[in-house]
């Protein structure tokens, strides 16, 4: 018994390692002593922080308190809405980053429900009912359908017991159980068809089973230890956001030095130089863009949920942005988890079936026409067979409920198009049911003709199921199951609508059809039947499965999603890479992967029990080569995910099983299904598919896409027009010249003018080609891809072109204090002026004149707006002397649009005849990208 697994173990070895008794359990005061020992059968939770620390901790970002700083200056200076406005800022991104931490921890809580409330335990001999988490090695379970298992089970008796299992191993279709001993030392738990796991879910029969592993030691507690070990990984947004923070107050202080002491060096009051000083450094830091970065990313969610895809934390909106590789997984996400029978075989005929799900809607179709089911007598017979051994029900739930005012009548199309057909029971037998339904024979029909005598149910050793049924006077055994072992119970075949001797030739044919089969990776069973004569008994199944007359092979699956292929498709196009991850079968999992178009010719599959016998950096070598992972455990999961951002790439990972979270949470950003998902999953993930649609990921992509370039565009607003502003005021003190701008101007500047229009760029349009470039790399700096260069010259612009018009205003150097003051009018219209100007620029990647004028209606009227509380500060009485203004003439703003389009259509100049350089050159420019993700066309830029 030494180093064996509980599944290789035989019930008496089972019974001498846990001491225990698997007819009769453990004794009540042993399992009082284990429990006592063991501790109780629950998830442990590590110790949460306080909601309070929570809060605090989210105060302590570097760029909250510089906005902190910026708040005391304000206040110094009695400018109070600017300090308010800072404070307002903090405390919403304080609050968001609580709500958004304060719900991460619910993952475990939500995985603690799917534990069994009570357990049935047989204790001293008795049957006794006691709460789940009493439950102790040794204790011996009864299990039945319906029941959630309670803890990690051995089973010593299963009676027809199937468990569903998909939420932990991505297996589509309910295990078949059984209580012998499996020899294979390395099995994957959807191979121990032995052993019973806690949270999953008994589908039929029943079992016993000795609890081997309880709390935190069964597979689901290692999966909770997996979530609560995991570190979420911090955003790209997050990081860049800090980077830039840091920089901005790095070169803020510096010049802001520079101006109070080029100032005083040249004649300037120290105070009102301190003052200017301090004007400059507030408007510096843009401190309106962590709210204006907040805003953009919450529209971008609701634009996100009317394409069906609901974000959870909202930083990592951006972060698909930069997927370049999109980890799936197979069942229920890429696929239906439906089974459908696709293909008929019967007579040497390969018949293909139309149509998905369980519904009725579908055609048998031969050479390309349709097959008349009723006239076809070999046909017929199996379709039959496959109806009448089956404990299936086929129903619908419609969906035209708020219809009710329509037509009493109704097509048949319609009535076939508004029902959500589903299952009870079995997904193969209901995909069995399915194609009755569209043969024209339905199990109603058949069981009128067919009423059932007797059944003898399907069991995992012999795999077989038998009926009889009674017809016309006389009695039919019918019998599915394995084809090969099935094929050893018959004695004749079927063919061509007679019954022939099932000869040597005939059996390989049958053979080599059901191998076809397998390699097209479909589910297959075989389907046999026979009359029973008059006095025979049929008492046991040895007796009815005897003599039987072989049909034909009946071949299902799990079917594609038909929206995934096209999805899968604009992943490539965008330079993303998708992986298939599943607990499925190697061989079923690479025929879906090529069907859907993600294993090409030269990519590569690995199986769980490869996986198993690499270490991290033999997986690190092959993982950009890996395309399916099939047959694989949660912490297989895990180690893909985080091989593969071991080399470089942005992560999506998605999910809906239990099985998913722990890779689902450490993953750049997790995604879960939002229909077939499990709580747990959607706890433990960024995103959640309200329509479980592959494609909407794709959608979410090209949203989190353009959040980020929005973000980019308003930082390079922001930035190059705070460039302009600290600029003039140092181009002024290097010259010797007064101030170009007062403190208060300044101020108003970095609040009004900045403000609005950089928040209507946050919901700026994208541009035509942003899906036909790589994802950009997740080390990308923010000011990647020349945007340093454009916030720079686009900056040293504006402050030149202010300082010209002021100086061109001011006459000379000892000009009157009218004079001055008109000067500074000017320069203070003609810096706002430039920035409104500018603001257009910043839309496209290219120049002001590639991207339509109004296109973006809530960008002219933030314009519009600046610009009327413009005037107002120039001509309305009131405002002129708490700004020092006076109002300009007409002379006065033909200079003022004439230095403040200088920067913008200059530059958009210089770049049209840049690109049609290029163009003449056969240049290109990348959009840039990470680390394998594959090729991509390029755009000109």
Same mark, same amino acid.
């Given at each position: 018994?030494?180093?064996?697994?509980?599944?290789?173990?035989?019930?008496?070895?089972?019974?001498?390692?846990?001491?225990?008794?698997?007819?009769?359990?453990?004794?009540?005061?042993?399992?009082?002593?284990?429990?006592a020992g063991h501790g109780k059968n629950e998830l442990a939770e590590k110790r949460r922080e306080s909601p309070i620390k929570l809060l605090l901790n989210q105060f302590k970002d570097f760029m909250v308190l510089v906005l902190a700083g910026a708040t005391v200056v304000s206040g110094l200076l009695g400018e109070m809405l600017d300090a308010l406005t800072i404070i307002a800022i903090i405390v919403l991104n304080g609050l968001l980053g609580f709500y958004q931490e304060f719900r991460a921890e619910r993952s475990l809580r939500a995985l603690k429900e799917l534990s069994a409330p009570n357990a049935k335990v047989i204790r001293g001999g008795s049957l006794q009912v006691v709460p789940a988490s009493e439950l102790v090695p040794g204790d011996l379970v009864l299990l039945e359908s319906g029941d959630r298992v309670p803890a990690d089970l051995r089973l010593v008796q299963s009676s027809q017991c199937t468990i569903e299992e998909a939420a932990l191993t991505g297996e589509s279709v309910p295990a078949a159980k059984q209580s012998m001993p499996l020899y294979a030392a390395e099995l994957p738990l959807g191979d121990r068809k032995n052993c019973a796991y806690l949270g999953t879910m008994v589908t039929r029969g029943t079992a016993r089973g000795v609890v081997v592993r309880t709390g935190m030691s069964t597979e689901m507690g290692k999966i909770a230890d997996l979530i609560q070990q995991t570190e979420e990984a911090e955003t790209p947004l997050q990081h860049r956001l800090e980077q830039l923070g840091k920089i901005l107050i790095v070169v803020a202080l510096a010049l802001t030095v520079l101006v109070v002491v080029a100032g005083v060096l040249h004649g300037q009051p120290l105070y009102g130089m301190f003052l200017a000083g301090v004007s400059l450094a507030v408007a510096a830091i843009p401190e309106g863009l962590p709210?204006?970065?907040?805003?953009a990313l919450a529209l971008g969610v609701q634009r996100m949920i009317r394409r069906k895809a609901i974000v959870r934390k909202l930083p990592s909106v951006e972060t698909l942005g930069c997927a370049s590789v999109i980890c799936s997984d197979k069942t229920g996400t890429l696929t239906q988890n439906k089974m459908t029978v696709t293909k008929v075989w019967t007579g040497g005929r390969d018949i293909e079936v139309t149509g998905e799900g369980?519904?009725?809607?579908?055609?048998?179709?031969?050479?390309?026409?349709?097959?008349?089911?009723?006239?076809?007598?070999?046909?017929?017979?199996?379709?039959?067979?496959?109806?009448?051994?089956?404990?299936?029900?086929?129903?619908?739930?419609?969906?035209?409920?708020?219809?009710?005012?329509?037509?009493?009548?109704?097509?048949?199309?319609?009535?076939?198009?508004?029902?959500?057909?589903?299952?009870?029971?079995?997904?193969?037998?209901?995909?069995?049911?399915?194609?009755?339904?569209?043969?024209?024979l339905p199990r109603a029909s058949l069981d009128a003709l067919y009423p059932r005598v007797k059944e003898f149910p399907f069991d995992a050793e012999r795999k077989r199921m038998s009926v009889l049924v009674s017809h016309q006077g006389g009695r039919l055994i019918c019998t599915k199951g394995a084809p090969d072992l099935l094929i050893d119970r018959c004695a004749y075949v079927l063919w061509d609508g007679k019954v022939v001797p099932f000869t040597g030739t005939l059996r390989q044919k049958v053979l080599r059809a059901n191998e076809e089969m397998g390699g097209e990776a479909l589910r297959v069973l075989g389907f046999a039947y026979r009359e029973a004569k008059g006095g025979e008994t049929c008492d046991s199944e040895e007796q009815a499965e005897e003599g039987l007359v072989f049909v034909g092979l009946g071949g299902m699956m799990d079917p594609p999603r038909r929206e995934v292929p096209g999805a899968i498709a604009r992943c490539k196009a965008a330079g993303i890479k998708t992986v298939m991850?599943?607990?499925?079968?190697?061989? +079923?999992? @690479? %025929?879906? #992967?090529?069907? *859907?178009?993600?294993?090409?010719?030269?990519?590569?599959?690995?199986?769980?029990?490869?996986?198993?016998?690499m270490t991290d950096d033999q997986l690190d070598k092959i993982s950009d080569d890996v395309y399916v992972y099939a047959r694989v455990s949660p912490e297989h999961k895990l180690r893909i995910v985080q091989s593969l951002q071991r080399r470089g790439h942005v992560v999506a990972m998605t999910g809906d099983g239990v099985n998913d979270a722990p890779a689902?949470?450490?993953?750049?950003?997790?995604?879960?299904?939002?229909?077939?998902?499990?709580?747990? +999953?959607? @706890? %433990?993930? #960024?995103?959640? *598919?309200?329509?479980?649609n592959f494609s909407s990921i794709v959608a979410a992509v090209e949203e989190g896409r353009g959040i980020y370039e929005n973000i980019r565009k308003f930082i390079r607003y922001l930035l190059a027009s705070n460039v302009g502003e600290i600029l003039v005021m140092f181009f002024a003190m290097m010259a010797a010249l007064p101030l170009p701008l007062i403190p208060i101007q300044i101020l108003w500047v970095n609040l009004v003018t900045d403000g609005l229009p950089a928040m209507a760029l946050g919901v700026d349009q994208a541009e035509s080609d942003l899906m036909r470039h790589k994802p950009r790399s997740a080390k990308e700096n923010i000011f990647a891809r020349r945007l340093g260069w454009k916030i720079v010259s686009r900056g040293v612009l504006i402050g030149a072109c202010t300082l010209a018009a002021f100086v061109l205003a001011l006459g000379g150097r000892d000009a009157d204090a009218a004079t001055l003051v008109h000067a500074q009018s000017v320069a203070?219209?003609?810096?706002?002026?430039?920035?409104?100007?500018?603001?257009?620029?910043?839309?496209?990647?290219?120049?002001?004149?590639?991207?339509?004028?109004?296109?973006?209606?809530?960008?002219?009227?933030?314009?519009?707006?600046?610009?009327?509380?413009?005037?107002?500060?120039?001509?309305?009485?009131p405002l002129q002397p708490i700004f020092k203004t006076v109002p300009l003439n007409l002379r006065d703003w033909a200079l003022v649009f004439v230095a403040a389009g200088i920067p913008t259509f200059a530059m958009g100049i210089g770049s049209v005849w840049g690109s049609s350089r290029r163009r003449r050159s056969g240049g290109r420019i990348s959009y840039g990208g990470g680390r394998g993700a594959g090729p991509v066309k390029t755009i000109a830029r």
């Open positions: 018994m030494e180093g064996k697994a509980w599944h290789q173990l035989s019930e008496d070895e089972l019974a001498v390692l846990l001491q225990t008794n698997t007819k009769e359990g453990l004794a009540p005061s042993a399992a009082q002593e284990r429990l709210a204006i970065v907040t805003i369980y519904g009725p809607a579908g055609q048998l179709i031969e050479r390309g026409n349709a097959v008349d089911v009723k006239g076809d007598a070999s046909l017929r017979r199996l379709i039959q067979v496959a109806a009448l051994c089956n404990n299936a029900e086929l129903a619908k739930a419609d969906r035209a409920a708020d219809n009710r005012g329509r037509k009493a009548e109704r097509s048949e199309e319609e009535e076939l198009e508004d029902a959500d057909w589903h299952v009870k029971g079995d997904p193969t037998e209901g995909a069995l049911l399915a194609l009755a339904a569209k043969s024209g991850i599943t607990g499925d079968h190697q061989m +079923t999992a @690479e %025929a879906i #992967a090529r069907t *859907l178009g993600i294993l090409p010719r030269d990519g590569k599959a690995v199986s769980g029990a490869e996986l198993a016998g689902v949470k450490a993953a750049d950003i997790g995604i879960a299904m939002g229909i077939a998902g499990t709580d747990v +999953t959607k @706890e %433990a993930s #960024a995103l959640v *598919l309200a329509d479980d203070f219209a003609t810096l706002v002026m430039a920035q409104l100007i500018h603001v257009f620029d910043c839309r496209s990647s290219r120049s002001i004149f590639h991207r339509r004028f109004f296109e973006n209606k809530f960008l002219v009227l933030a314009v519009l707006s600046s610009l009327l509380l413009l005037l107002a500060v120039l001509y309305f009485e």
